[in-house]
């Protein structure tokens, strides 16, 4: 499908400053900010798009130099397609190092203030954090919308699963899920409406998974009194398989593959490139672009709404009306290179504001403004899972590095009674061996060359025995909220632009520990079923090390950013309404992760896109009312005529 | 272009490495003859060090690029004696077993200090595309050597990795499998055996 | 009924058994030229050829669903199923051979002259008389072969009617033509291969459209009242205008005229292609070298693979997924390593699969009779 981002699409800092007409403001060219644009523009409305980083992945070849970058990349870390943004930087993994008491650590863009280290990561151009995603989409189970209620941890939500799952649907044709509900029908699994399908059949289960279903299958653990049976469960994911023709009662699904400025026809169906994470090479992967393609088909249609698109736009601070709150225009710096702090600084407007900027960078935007809200929640409650990892060696060759990153998972264990003590957990069966621990395979070939003197064929032999049995566990453990673990901003700390760098205090609290403790017990107890060499070792000096009960674990991010400005019931439990819309600025919409106040062991990303849609008809009814009332936002807001814009460079 | 003046154009930046020792190695008269002869050489000792094929090897399309990376962080005259050190090992054990070669390999090549390093990176290069920065203690003795850092040869070295090929995978990113072909047990290539190594 | 229309069920069978014949002629000249760029060059010129190569596939196995439709028997094995190259493909006499050559200017000419255009003429305009040297094997509205189609749209729209009026008539005595197993059409489900949607053909309705989504794709029509000549009414761009943009250097945008591509700038590099030898043969190659037996190989894995579509296309759809769509990616592979290699004693050229199949199954002793 054609992405046509040309130059008609895209506006200037002039134009975008002086034009009053926009229906919403859309801060994130993301998942978030693409669905809503696609909802708003449906409905005939004009959408300016304000995107932080470069717009390279548009094109081709821009999105193919992302992929050369990463491939001339020796470390390989999981920001490698991007380039260096000081204007617009983004959290990056290599220099992260272990914290003292008491010690921050201001060396990376996101300042790390302690006393846990995370190496949570998002992205920052066009497409934001999905050009970068692994593309699982699994739904939340019911139990994690009250766990407050249920389990006396974390925080409920004001809505439940029932109300939601309308949505989930919505999202899962949006980005394309590939999916075997049969194999997801479990106690405590998440309930599906009878007969539903996923747009397209499930990923087949690679040989790995296979093995490991071999190993467990009719075995169970006990668990605070519960018997649970093992299996091995194909995930959804949004990456495109065979359409499934029984999808939308029959009518079937036609998948969407790659987007650019002319024909390429590929990426209608996965070809196993593993490398989801960071960049699939055929966008076989679901990426925001894609949505944001169809955004700007409607610009020709003529009952359709308009996105303008504003590039290298870097939205830096949220003017409020003091009369009565409302926004009444966000601050942008735009500049032209991103290797020059120059840039200008303009204020653009519209009927309402919706940022999408993630959950770090949103409470950063709002922090920075001076506006933690009435309940002071702004930035608390970050939530990110907490992932743990066992590795090891498999008896026979069991085919590591072929296939998606992951398909499958042990998902018996994200839900039940034990809860109360302690953290559930989906666990992960990767298909790219151990690189996500250990920077494997590469590691394998220095050790085997350099320390194992082998050359020739016992090289060869050592590889293959080293690496094509190499079975990882992925832990992902479910983290409550806490207002504790927090976003801030620090004057002292700043990016090129002059904008204030998120600032993280975070700690994984005992009751997700337990999980952790539990998870790699779990992992022993598979490893002996299936005779699988264990390998996992935590280094007391990596970034992520946490000693508990005794035992020392490395713990690391899960770049699933939720909380910081959670939904509630009112305005001084929570930022924003189920909704998703400030309940301080009538006019001010936080879209993301953020809103979620748990994130129970679910991947955030379609909960995420779930509620996009559910936020989008509350921003109808609200514009449609404004314009049928007469009294427009735009009025009220529009104390500031003409438009302000200077240089500041 | 002789093998001065082929070092020469090499350590300028502006010259892309793998097209002058194609240029190089193709060459007229008798300086292309003699650095064709070298390259040969490193492609027999690469084919001994990686277990691999001089097909599969030129297969890659990388032998250039890397015979070129190799001179440039280390120099010539390095190459040249690890060269003629593996050829003197091979007339010296012609006719005789692997093991007794590998043996031989061992003690005075890889096992050189100055050599050593070397040869194993040379290993490296064709299983990962990579170069990788020399041990400090050579380059404290043998060095300087300014070039030498840590970095991958291009995006296709880093595609035609060998390693990828052992192990019956493809590189993350490319030279994908195509759909549901990750359910199959791997196809690991078959490989010259060296039953007598124990 | 003319003398040059498709009278026979039997006609109409073996001319489907020639349309996949001759859509798989096309694929070791189109490959051998994508893998001989050089990788990560002419970006525009290799997506355009992938996009072809891999279209040309769907073809190939769009055809053995007409053919299956109908009760005939694909068999792929057969000798002379792959012809031996230089050959002229069958609406090609007097006109130009397709060689195994590297991605050259002449190549692309080639490639031109093999997707060109289907001029919606008369029906008299759509067979030529000529003669046919003795060795090519051509497609020919009638028995004694002394006319063709002018181009290989003209063949598929004798194929068309053909299906028209054989089912007509059999419809009109109560019975149909379409009375192969469904269960050996092969659907997306299978295979899937970018640019366009399997569906089993099962009556005339779906015979027509697939015979149309080819025609479409490939040469694509040149009608003077349609002015959307370049893209169809899906947005799609037949495989000569996709050639076309690569000699105008620009590509094509919506609402362009045939010639006057509007669209960005695409730039070739011809230096950055590996030239091989032009129809390479075992022969070429020293005997008992790594080269020969590499080549070899290949010839054997080809031979193998087009007796795993045969089985697949006779009924084993699941091979289709398991077997053959890997077996695809590997010849990337193997191709891309034949290609990388220089020939000895070639003046400098490299080597390239040869695909002489029927020379490989003798070799083998496994030639079907
Ligand atoms: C390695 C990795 C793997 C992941 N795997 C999964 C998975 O398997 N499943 C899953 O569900 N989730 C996964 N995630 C999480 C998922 O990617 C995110 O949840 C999702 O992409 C968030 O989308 P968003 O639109 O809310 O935010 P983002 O995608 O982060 O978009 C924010 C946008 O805002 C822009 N922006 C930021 N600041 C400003 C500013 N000041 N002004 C203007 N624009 C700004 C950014 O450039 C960006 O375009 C993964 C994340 C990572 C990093
Ligand atoms: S496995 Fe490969 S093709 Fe499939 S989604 Fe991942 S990166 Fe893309």
Redesign the interface.
């Known amino acids: 499908m054609h992405l046509r981002i040309d130059p008609t699409r895209l506006t200037t800092p002039h134009e975008a400053a002086g034009d009053g007409n926009y229906d919403a403001v859309i801060v994130g060219s993301g998942v978030s900010g693409a669905m809503i644009a696609e909802q708003l523009c449906k409905e005939g409305k004009r959408v300016l798009m304000l995107e932080a980083g470069p717009i390279t992945s548009k094109s081709l070849r821009g999105y193919n130099d992302y992929v050369t970058n990463y491939f001339v990349s020796p470390g390989k870390d999981s920001q490698a397609p991007f380039p260096e943004n000081p204007n617009a930087p983004m959290p990056r993994t290599p220099l992260l190092r272990k914290l003292q008491p008491g010690q921050v650590d201001s060396n990376t863009y996101m300042v790390q203030t302690g006393p846990y280290v995370t190496d949570t990561v998002y992205s920052r151009t066009l497409g934001g954090t999905t050009m970068h995603w692994q593309a699982k989409t699994p739904r939340m189970v019911p139990e994690d919308f009250k766990t407050r209620t249920l389990y006396d941890q974390g925080l409920d939500w004001p809505i439940s699963y029932d109300d939601l799952e309308p949505d989930y649907q919505r999202a899962e044709r949006e980005m394309g899920v590939s999916g075997d509900v049969t194999a997801l029908r479990y106690p405590g699994g998440s309930p599906y409406p009878k007969d539903y399908v996923y747009p397209m059949k499930g990923m087949p289960p690679s040989y790995l998974d296979q093995m490991v279903n071999d190993g467990i299958e009719g075995t169970s653990v006990e668990l605070d009194g519960q018997t649970i049976p093992l299996q091995v469960r194909p995930f959804p994911q949004a990456r495109n398989g065979i359409p499934n023709e029984a999808y939308d009662g029959g009518k079937g699904y036609t998948p969407i593959g790659a987007v650019n400025t002319h024909q390429v026809d590929f990426g209608e169906r996965c070809q196993g490139n593993t490398n989801c994470v960071p960049i699939c090479p055929v966008q076989a992967k679901y990426w925001s672009g894609k949505t944001l393609a169809k955004v700007l088909r409607m610009n020709d249609e003529p009952d359709k709404g308009e996105i303008k698109i504003l590039p290298q736009a870097v939205a830096s601070k949220v003017e409020i009306n003091p009369e009565n709150g409302h926004v009444a225009g966000i601050q942008v710096k735009v500049y032209k290179n991103p290797d020059s702090p120059e840039h200008e600084t303009i204020t653009v407007r519209g009927k309402i504001y919706v940022i999408t900027t993630a959950a770090i960078e949103t409470a950063r935007l709002l922090l920075a403004s001076g506006l933690p809200s009435t309940s002071g929640l702004v930035g608390r409650n970050y939530i990110d899972h907490a992932y743990l990892f066992s590795w090891g060696l498999t008896p026979k060759i069991c085919g590591a590095y072929r296939g998606t990153d992951c398909i499958s998972g042990i998902l018996d264990l994200r839900n039940g009674p034990f809860r109360k003590h302690q953290a559930a957990f989906s666990v992960d069966i990767n298909n790219n061996g151990w690189s996500v621990a250990t920077s494997s395979p590469y590691t394998d070939v220095t050790a085997l060359v350099d320390d194992g003197n082998l050359f020739g064929s016992q090289l060869r032999r050592g590889l293959v025995d080293r690496v094509s049995r190499q079975l990882l566990f992925a832990f992902m453990i479910d983290v409550p909220a806490n207002e504790s673990n927090r976003v801030t901003v620090d004057p002292q700390y700043t990016d090129a632009l002059g904008n204030m760098r998120p600032n993280l205090s975070f700690t994984t609290p005992e009751y997700s520990m337990r999980g952790a403790a539990y998870a790699r017990q779990f992992a022993k107890t598979v490893f002996s079923r299936m005779g699988v060499i264990d390998y996992t070792q935590y280094s007391p000096s990596n970034f992520g090390y946490v000693v508990y009960e005794g035992e020392g674990y490395e713990i690391h991010g899960g770049c699933h950013l939720g909380g910081t400005h959670i939904m509630g019931t009112n305005k001084n439990n929570s930022v924003v309404d189920a909704n998703q819309r400030s309940w301080d600025h009538a006019n001010l919409y936080l879209a993301g992760g953020g809103s979620m106040p748990s994130i129970g062991t679910a991947n955030i990303t379609l909960t995420i896109a779930a509620l996009c849609y559910r936020s989008t008809r509350a921003m109808l009814k609200q514009l449609s009312f404004e314009t049928t009332t007469g009294a427009t936002i735009h009025k009220t807001t529009g104390y500031h005529h003409g438009f302000s814009r200077h240089c500041d460079t | 272009m002789n093998k001065t003046e082929f070092y020469a154009k090499l350590s300028t930046p502006a010259n892309d490495p793998a097209s002058l020792a194609l240029a190089a190695i193709?060459g007229d008269g008798e300086a292309g003859t003699y650095l064709r002869g070298v390259y040969d050489q490193f492609l027999a000792f690469s084919v001994?060090?990686?277990?691999f094929?001089?097909?599969?090897l030129?297969?890659?399309?990388q032998g250039e690029a890397y015979f070129a990376t190799v001179i440039q962080v280390v120099g010539y005259e390095i190459l040249e004696q690890l060269l003629d050190t593996f050829t003197s090992i091979i007339n010296q054990t012609g006719g005789e077993s692997?093991l007794v070669r590998?043996d031989l390999?061992?003690r005075r090549l890889?096992g050189n200090e100055r050599l050593g390093p070397i040869?194993?990176n040379i290993?490296?290069l064709w299983?990962?595309g990579?170069w990788?920065q020399l041990p400090r203690n050579w380059s404290e003795k043998f060095g300087p050597a300014p070039k030498d850092v840590?970095?991958?040869v291009?995006?296709?070295a880093?595609?035609e990795g060998l390693?990828?090929t052992?192990?019956?995978?493809?590189p993350?990113?490319?030279?994908?499998?195509?759909?549901?072909?990750?359910?199959?047990?791997?196809r690991?290539p078959e490989?010259?055996?060296?039953a007598v190594?124990r | 009924m003319d003398s040059h229309d498709i009278a026979t069920l039997e006609s109409l069978e073996e001319h489907l058994f020639s349309a996949m014949v001759l859509e798989h002629a096309t694929l070791p000249a189109y490959l051998t030229a994508l893998y001989s760029i050089k990788p990560g060059t002419n970006q525009d010129a290799s997506n355009i050829l992938r996009v072809v190569a891999v279209e040309e596939m769907l073809h190939m196995t769009i055809a053995a669903n007409l053919l299956n439709a109908i009760g005939g028997t694909v068999n792929l094995t057969q000798t002379g199923f792959v012809p031996s190259y230089p050959t002229y493909l069958p609406d090609s006499i007097d006109d130009f051979q397709i060689h195994i050559e590297a991605f050259t200017p002449s190549a692309l000419e080639t490639f031109l002259k093999i997707e060109r255009p289907v001029y919606l003429g008369t029906v008299q305009q759509r067979v030529v008389k000529r003669r046919i040297p003795n060795h090519v094997w051509c497609l020919s509205p009638n028995k004694d072969g002394t006319t063709q189609y002018t181009t290989i749209g003209e063949f598929y729209n004798a194929i068309k009617e053909s299906f028209i009026r054989l089912e007509a008539e059999a419809q009109a005595k109560g019975s149909t033509i379409f009375t192969g197993d469904p269960a050996f059409q092969i659907t997306s489900e299978y295979y899937y291969s970018g640019g366009g949607k399997l569906f089993p053909v099962t009556n005339l309705d779906s015979a027509v459209q697939a015979i149309d989504l080819v025609i479409e794709q490939g040469e694509g029509y040149v009608d003077e009242d349609k002015p959307t000549g370049v893209f169809d009414q899906y947005g799609e761009i037949a495989h000569f205008y996709r050639f076309e943009q690569l000699r105008l250097g620009r590509y094509y945008v919506r609402g362009d005229k045939p010639g006057f591509p509007t669209g960005p700038a695409i730039e070739i590099d011809w230096d950055a292609v590996y030239l091989t030898v032009v129809d390479p043969k075992l022969a070429d190659y020293p005997e008992g070298s790594e080269l020969y037996q590499a080549a070899l190989n290949f010839n054997i894995a080809y031979a193998q693979f087009l007796a795993l579509l045969t089985e697949a296309y006779n009924g084993k759809r699941e091979l289709m997924m398991r077997a053959a769509v890997p077996a695809m990616f590997d010849f990337r592979n193997l191709m891309n390593r034949l290609i990388r290699n220089p020939a000895p004693q070639q003046h400098g050229r490299h080597a390239a699969a040869t695909f002489e199949i029927d020379a490989t199954n003798a070799i083998l002793g496994t030639a079907k009779a």
């Open positions: 193709q001994e060090v990686t277990a094929s001089r097909f599969d030129e297969g890659t399309g692997t590998n390999l061992r890889f040869a194993r290993v490296k299983f990962t990579n990788y840590t970095f991958t291009s995006a296709n880093y595609v390693l990828w052992t192990i019956g995978a493809h993350a990113g490319a030279k994908a499998q195509g759909y549901g072909s990750w359910a199959n047990p791997p690991i490989f010259g055996s060296d190594v």
